[in-house]
Nanobody, 129 residues
Framework: QVQLVESGGGLVQAGGSLKLSCAAAGRHFSTYVLAWFRQVPGKEREFVAAISWSGERTFYGDSVRGRFTVSRDNAKNTDYLQMNSLKPEDTAVYYC??????????????????????WGQGTQVTVSR
């Protein structure tokens, strides 16, 4: 079973940047799509970004497009979420998750947490005003 470990969260001022990492350990899927979600208490988990196995295809939620960048280093079994121009409303627990195989035909399904098979434990990101 693959295990995911997020790191890189913390406290940053508005306008600042953070880079999250998601390292995969254990038995891996041969190919997989990795996504980032975030969640604040009392709200549903929100899709942030996703990346295909090859790294050639990326997808972003409307609220982060143009500010966040998802990337992958398959040699290190690690994915990254570079977050720039952070806003207080970006404050949340950020999770990475994987789905085996390639990007689904209907890419909008990437936004749904239920399609993902393995989740990390989450890392807190707090953006102060």
């Amino acid at each position: 079973q693959v295990q995911l470990v997020e790191s890189g969260g913390g406290l940053v001022q508005a306008g600042g940047s953070l880079k999250l990492s998601c390292a995969a350990a254990g038995r891996h899927f041969s190919t997989y799509v990795l996504a980032w979600f975030r969640q604040v208490p009392g709200k549903e988990r929100e899709f942030v970004a996703a990346i295909s196995w090859s790294g050639e295809r990326t997808f972003y939620g409307d609220s982060v497009r143009g500010r966040f960048t998802v990337s992958r280093d398959n040699a290190k079994n690690t994915d990254y979420l570079q977050m720039n121009s952070l806003k207080p409303e970006d404050t949340a627990v950020y999770y990475c998750a994987v789905r085996s195989g390639d990007v689904p035909k209907y890419t909008s399904s990437l936004h749904y947490p239920t399609i993902y098979e393995v989740w990390g434990q989450g890392t807190q990101v707090t953006v102060s005003r």
